[in-house]
């Protein structure tokens, strides 16, 4: 899910910063029937949220219209804005396993039409097929961000924040905006 810059677009907002990176992403919220659309591929064991980087140039809202295409092969338009997380995590993968990696991202609520049907078929940037599933809240699958598992089944018409910081195994802590 996370990559070195010779892996990403030269537009996506990826950038370097001491040994780090910065991220700066966006993920939708797609509801139905008390589940969650989420991302899994055949490189990782956990569940992520369909979405993916701002690139220079979007607005976040106009990032997250186009991720949804993207990997789900259906227009759809922003409902509101659900919650914005800070990030901190090592990366997994070759290209940066390791590596710190601060991201924010911004969650959408996405307005799914009645008959949606998603296509599959969108690869990440480790050329691992992606997967779409639809989660419960009592899946016990792995799915990021953690906060998603209890924060969808009641949602809150305030926008949340949450920052998680894998430097010192903290868990998500929430604060309201």
Not at 48 to 73: D, M
Not at 119 to 144: C, F, K, T
Not at 165 to 170: C, F, I, L, M, N
Request: some cysteine; charged content about 25%.
């Amino acid at each position: 899910m996370d990559h070195t810059l010779h892996d990403y677009s030269p537009s996506d907002l990826t950038l370097p910063c001491g040994n780090g990176l910065v991220n700066i992403r966006v993920g939708a919220i797609i509801r139905k029937d008390d589940k969650v659309l989420m991302v899994g591929n055949d490189h990782s064991e956990y569940l992520y949220s369909v979405g993916g980087r701002i690139q220079f140039g979007e607005t976040a809202e106009e990032a997250a219209i186009r991720e949804v295409w993207e990997e789900t092969g259906v227009h759809m338009e922003i409902d509101r804005l659900g919650f914005v997380h800070e990030n901190y995590f090592y990366g997994d993968c070759t290209a940066n396993r390791g590596k710190l990696i601060y991201e924010i991202a911004f969650y959408f609520y996405m307005q799914v039409p009645e008959h949606f049907s998603p296509v599959e078929g969108s690869v990440n940037m480790d050329d691992a097929q992606e997967h779409l599933h639809w989660v419960a809240a009592d899946d016990p699958r792995q799915i990021y961000p953690a906060f998603f598992r209890t924060e969808l089944t009641q949602p809150s018409a305030a926008v949340r924040h949450f920052v998680t910081d894998e430097r010192s195994k903290s868990t998500d802590s929430p604060s309201e905006n």
